[in-house]
């Protein structure tokens, strides 16, 4: 799925929270954003598994929203939040496509890697790839509580992240060609450091 699609599901849990817990303030909700959006930083180096944990994010999140109830406090909601939308991006991308180039072919078997369980996890397609347009609909449902409960400096964010969303979305299919004739034009030296993924036979 798209990082903007998990960002939007780390503040719709920030915004839940809010809810319930208001005094957890913006700190937190920038958190929830930054955990929906960290475990994607593996794209160029292992990517879905050097910072996808599905298990291991869970255990750590689990213990830290009790503290967050206990303590009470915007740091600690702010950390247990960052976990939790981290722990949601990487049980998310076993629900989404293959981890290829053209993941809309449904060709791979490779989801998320579960370091607990030592192995990758099937894609489960119900969002067949990042850019899909069901993907476009989840985010923008997933961005309609923040859009609610938040201010204007969040809600104009959203809306940034919206559009960029739907930019994506529009080129995501013709991005894979332009980047393949890009990248048969890189010195060989870089296209042995680009991700196997980049480089797989068009046909």
Same mark, same amino acid.
Request: cysteine-free; aromatic content about 14%.
């Given at each position: 799925m798209m990082a903007t699609t998990h960002v939007f599901v780390g503040i719709a849990i920030a915004a839940g929270v809010s809810v319930a817990v208001p005094e957890i303030g913006l700190l937190a909700v920038f958190a929830a954003g930054v955990g929906g959006f960290f475990p994607d930083l593996d794209l160029y180096a292992g990517h879905r598994q050097t910072l996808h944990y599905p298990v291991y994010f869970v255990l750590l999140a689990v213990p830290a929203v009790l503290m967050a109830v206990i303590l %009470? &406090? !915007?740091?600690?909601? %702010?950390? &247990? +939040?960052?976990?939790?939308?981290?722990?949601?991006?990487?049980?998310?991308? %076993? %629900?989404?496509?293959?981890?290829? +180039? #053209? !993941?809309? $072919?449904?060709?791979s078997d490779r989801?998320?890697?579960?370091?607990?369980?030592? $192995?990758? +996890?099937? !894609? $489960? #397609?119900?969002? $067949?790839?990042?850019?899909? !347009?069901?993907?476009l609909a989840l985010g923008g449902l997933m961005a309609i509580p923040p859009l609610v409960a938040f201010d204007r400096p969040v809600a104009l964010a959203i809306w940034a992240l919206l559009s960029l969303s739907v930019v994506y979305t529009a080129i995501r299919k013709p991005m894979v060609a332009v980047a393949e004739w890009l990248f048969e034009r890189v010195p060989p030296g870089v296209r042995t450091r680009l991700p196997e993924r980049f480089l797989e036979d068009s046909v």
């Open positions: %009470a &406090t !915007p740091v600690v909601w %702010a950390f &247990t +939040l960052f976990l939790v939308a981290a722990a949601v991006h990487s049980i998310m991308d %076993a %629900a989404g496509g293959g981890l290829e +180039l #053209r !993941p809309w $072919r449904g060709n989801a998320v890697y579960s370091h607990y369980h030592d $192995r990758w +996890l099937r !894609p $489960r #397609r119900f969002v $067949r790839y990042d850019g899909a !347009p069901e993907d």
